[in-house]
């Protein structure tokens, strides 16, 4: 799968047949930081000779571990959220935009997840 | 709307193999018929599914190579799901694989943990496929 889109909340994942696959910023490699002028997510990688930047560049294949998934009942009758209010899901995702019925939460803060490159 | 029971989510497990195999009859079926309108988005899917795992190690697997990887495996204590992500995923380095096998330091010792890659390395690669694939084409 591969990096899609990112916003400064969420990386977004794609499998190529299926896009809804998110990993919130809590899940990324830590330390992290988004930088704005790439717009990309960043792990800063501590090695012995020092701190190195390592970019979540878009179309890089990752690897991570799926730790929830979330069915949304997108059928015309089910009960909608009152306007206003702040749709979050339990992995604290914000869902005000996305209303997939289908969403994958992942992880990359483990050894050997990231980036395939990487490791 | 119809209204459907879940009777058991967890009845078996299918390998990426499996899904594949699964997918691919369903290609040769529906050959046969007209498309209609109504089944584009589900051969659109299909066809990007088969597209995913046709770049995953599943695609040059069959049933005797899966066969020959369990039998390959049983020596050691697995559970079924990490037999499955093992097939599935083909895991070639100590830090790949300690991600599908649970505290896989407590239970097992280095040379085990060597020895297990080697079974995995046992299963077709793709990238073994392309590069034959390079070769015939020249």
């Known amino acids: 799968m591969h990096v899609r889109t990112r916003l400064c909340c969420v ?3 794609s499998l190529g047949f299926f896009d809804d696959v998110f990993i919130p910023h809590q899940s990324l490699q830590h330390p992290k930081r988004f930088d704005h002028e790439e717009q990309l997510w960043v792990w800063q990688y501590e ?3 020092g701190r190195h930047d390592l970019f979540m560049d878009v179309e ?7 730790i929830h998934e979330e069915f ?3 059928f015309p009758s089910s009960v909608k959220p009152h306007m206003g209010q702040d749709t979050v899901s339990s992995s604290g995702v914000s869902l005000d935009e996305v209303r997939a019925p289908y969403t994958i939460i992942g992880s990359i803060s483990e050894s050997g997840l990231g980036l395939v490159t990487w490791w | 709307r119809t209204e459907m029971d879940l009777l058991n989510d967890k009845s078996a497990v299918l390998s990426d193999f499996e899904v594949l195999d699964f997918l691919s009859s369903l290609h040769k079926r529906k050959k046969k018929r007209h498309s209609s309108g109504k089944t584009e988005s589900v051969e659109t899917i299909t066809y990007e599914t088969k597209e995913f795992l046709s770049k995953r ?3 040059c697997q069959s ?3 899966i066969k020959q990887f ?3 495996i049983a020596c050691f204590s697995l ?4 037999k499955l992500q093992l097939l599935n995923l083909r895991p070639v380095s100590p830090v790949e694989i300690q991600l599908v096998i649970e505290e896989l330091e407590e239970r097992f010792s280095e040379e085990q943990v060597e020895e297990m890659l080697k079974v995995v390395s046992s299963l077709p690669s793709n990238d073994a496929k392309e590069t034959e694939d390079m070769t015939e084409s020249k």
Do not use: G
Request: glycine share 0%.
């Open chain 2, 57 to 59: 190690p599943c695609a």
């Open chain 2, 63 to 65: 049933p005797e190579v």
């Open chain 1, 47 to 49: 090695a012995e000779d």
């Open chain 1, 72 to 74: 949304v009942d997108t």
């Open chain 1, 11 to 13: 990386c977004s994942v």
């Open chain 1, 60 to 66: 890089e294949e990752v690897r991570l571990r799926v």
């Open chain 2, 79 to 82: 559970t079924k799901a990490e």
């Open chain 2, 70 to 72: 369990l039998e390959s």
